[in-house]
């Protein structure tokens, strides 16, 4: 059994070696393409749920 998770553990390694990892230059661009998508959608998000319950409140009160 301990022969299985040796072999498995050495082809791990052999496949993180031939994986291809950004460069810190395009790591930088990805993680503010991340930080910047989110911040919109959260915003996006908020203004939504702003709009629906002023409607909501709009609608309630007639």
Do not use: C, H, Q
Not at 12 to 35: A, C, D, H, N, Q
């Amino acid at each position: 059994m301990s022969n299985n998770k040796e072999g498995f553990l050495r082809s791990v390694g052999t496949e993180m070696r031939k994986v291809s990892w950004p460069k810190r230059k395009e790591l930088v661009r990805y993680t503010i393409v991340v930080i910047t998508t989110v911040v919109f959608m959260a915003l996006f998000f908020a203004a939504v749920d702003f709009g629906i319950k002023k409607l909501m409140d709009w609608y309630i009160s007639l």
